[in-house]
């Protein structure tokens, strides 16, 4: 069945550092999604992709953050200048679009576990 | 804006028994979705079950059904003969639609199941 995939599945970074999470959505999906769980905490959104460009994003995302598809498998998370409290699990998503909709349901990635020292 | 509302932090079940995980929302949309997701401890989402504010049937998958009480705003999700595999956090979730069409969710701050042998 395909999933969506995630590297790396754990990055230690200092703060200052940039970091890039990648992403591999299931391949016949056109909405992307990213999201992040600080430890013990629910899972809050980020930003969803689609069409080439940002539809929409969170007050969380910042203009440290950026998101790109470089290529047409791959999408990437940057966080220019890492903070503390930019330590979280960042999870990527995909959703389908069929007969011109979008499909409900988002498949989630195993999700990258950021450490920001 | 979209809330969503988890009140049990903990649950415990034995196993083989069936339990009940509760969700709240409010929202203003007459369109929306309600989604359940697991996560386990090693930190995957895994989607669950999908209702739509539209459906007039309850969702069910497998041992997992969703009790949606529309005028109530409650989408409980139900666990029948609960296995000890079923031990995770469930996190309630609905989706925004933006302009795109893309679906953002917001997450509640989920329950942490215990299945008791």
């Known amino acids: 069945e395909p999933e969506v995939t995630q590297t790396p599945s754990h990055q230690v970074t200092q703060m200052g550092q940039e970091v890039i999470l990648r992403c591999v959505p299931i391949?016949?999906?056109?909405?992307f999604y990213w999201y992040r769980q600080i430890l013990g905490q629910k899972v809050e959104f980020l930003v969803s992709?689609?069409?080439?460009?940002?539809?929409?994003k969170s007050e969380i995302f910042d203009d440290q953050f950026s998101v790109e598809r470089p290529d047409g498998s791959n999408f990437t998370l940057k966080i220019r200048s890492t903070k503390l409290e930019d330590s979280a699990m960042y999870f990527c998503?995909?959703?389908?679009?069929?007969?011109?909709?979008?499909?409900?349901?988002?498949?989630f990635g195993p999700g990258t576990r950021l450490l920001v020292l | 804006a979209q809330k969503i509302t988890q009140t049990q932090p903990g649950m415990f079940v034995q196993e083989k028994e069936a339990v009940t995980l509760d969700c709240t929302y409010d929202?203003?949309?007459?369109?929306?979705?309600l989604f359940w997701y697991k996560q386990p401890s090693s930190g995957e989402m895994i989607f669950l079950i999908y209702?739509?504010?539209?459906?007039?049937q309850n969702a069910t998958e497998g041992r997992y059904s969703l009790n949606f009480q529309k005028a109530r705003k409650s989408a409980n999700l139900v666990i029948s003969a609960s296995q000890l595999g079923d031990s995770a956090m469930y996190f309630c979730?609905?989706?925004?639609?933006?302009?795109?069409?893309?679906?953002?969710?917001?997450f509640g701050t989920g329950t942490r199941l215990t299945v008791i042998p």
């Open positions: 998503a995909s959703s389908e679009r069929l007969a011109g909709v979008e499909q409900e349901t988002q498949y």
């Open positions: 391949s016949n999906h056109l909405y």
């Open positions: 992709f689609y069409n080439n460009e940002i539809s929409e």
């Open positions: 929202t203003s949309d007459q369109s929306y979705g």
């Open positions: 209702q739509g504010s539209y459906d007039e």
């Open positions: 979730a609905m989706r925004d639609h933006d302009q795109t069409g893309a679906n953002n969710l917001f």
